[in-house]
Every structure is written in structure tokens, then in C-alpha cells.
């Protein structure tokens, strides 16, 4: 099944089977199971985790985990699914909220910065496991690409809000997608959340710069 495929499929959606064991009834949460998946992937990466391991920690059997959500690949394709959706809720929230253009950014890092550094400090899956298995597995380019053209839309939108051409230039998008990225790196080599929300702060004054001048100024003028 074509990677984007899976990605589209409704990861709630329960595709469990309903063998019986001597009547005893199965406990188990699909989304629980999809957060322990999602987390030893992160913290292991693809190659470095084992069917046997995700098992153990979905609490699952391994013949079961097969039935319930297929090959390794595609428990993979889910866990980013699952990742996905999970953040982009509350990320969108935060940029969207109502406020100036400068404030929204802000909130939205600082709420990047809560999620990348809680648990040890694991960064964004996307940026720190999947490129790491693009070249093996090309399937998956397709996917790492689509997350960032999704990125660069939002913020796209973000900054049409406030008005005027030159705030929907793609190359402060890009600048914005490119500090996600360098963030989420410092937060997975263990540099603290203070230090990441000054640093995230500073980049923002300076790729803001020139929406903080009028129309008819130039900066630096």
C-alpha cells in the first residue's frame, strides 16, 4: 500500500482482531500503544528497533501487532500519522490565537520548545528520526517532504494574516521551518528549554525584521 495512503488512514480507526483467548477479553488501547511506538522509534530510531521490542512495549504480542497494524514500515507510517495529529493541534492553536504576528510566533516557539524538551528531551520526530531512513527507505522522502510543505503553508497562512505582499514571501517561511528544525536538534543533544527560548526569541527578531518596519522604511534606515 503507497506510503500516502497509509498516512491518510484514520489511525483511530480499529482494525484489531477479535480473537478470543479462552474467553478472557483483550485489553487494549490502540492510542496507548501507538504513544509507546511513537516514543521507542523516536528515542531508538527506525533501524534500531525491533518488532520484538515494539511489542513489548505496546503491550502486545508479536503476532498480534502484525494483525493490528502490519509490518513494522507500516506501524512506522502510523506512529507519524499519530505524531502529526497530536501536535499540530495544540502548535496551531498557539499561532493562531488571536494576537499580533510577533506574539503568535513567540507563543507558538514556546509551546514548540514545552513539547520538544518533556521526556528527556526528544525533539520532533520528523526532524530527528525520519530523515535519518530516507535514503533506505525512499518511500518515506515523500512523507518527510509533504510535513514540510505543511509547515511552510501554516506559517504561510500565519503571516497573510497581518497583511501586505511581502508577508507572504515563502523565504520567511522557510526561515521559520528552518528554526523548527534547529531547535528540535538542540532540544534531541540536550541543550536546556531556557537556552532554546532565548536563542528562538533572537531568530525571531531578526527573520521578523523586516515586518517590523513600515511599509515606506527600510530596516536599518
Sequence with gaps: MPVQNILQRNFMQDRTKTKSTRGRPRAFDK??????????????????????????????????LNNTFGSKSELYQQTLAFYE????????????????LQTSLRNYFAKLLEIYCQDEGQGCFFSTSLPCIVRNEPAFKDVFLENQNKLESMFLARLAQEGGGDKTDPVTAQLLVGLQHTLSLRARAGIPEAMLLELSQAALARILLPHACHP??????
Design 31 to 64: 492510542e496507548q500503544a501507538l504513544q509507546a511506538a511513537t516514543r521507542l522509534f523516536q528515542e531508538q530510531g527506525y533501524s534500531g528497533t525491533s518488532l520484538d521490542e515494539l511489542a513489548n512495549v505496546m503491550g502486545i504480542k508479536r503476532s498480534s
Design 85 to 100: 495529529q497530536r501536535m499540530g493541534a495544540q502548535l496551531e492553536q498557539s499561532l493562531f490565537d488571536g494576537n499580533g
Design 216 to 221: 515606506t522604511e527600510q530596516p536599518g534606515a
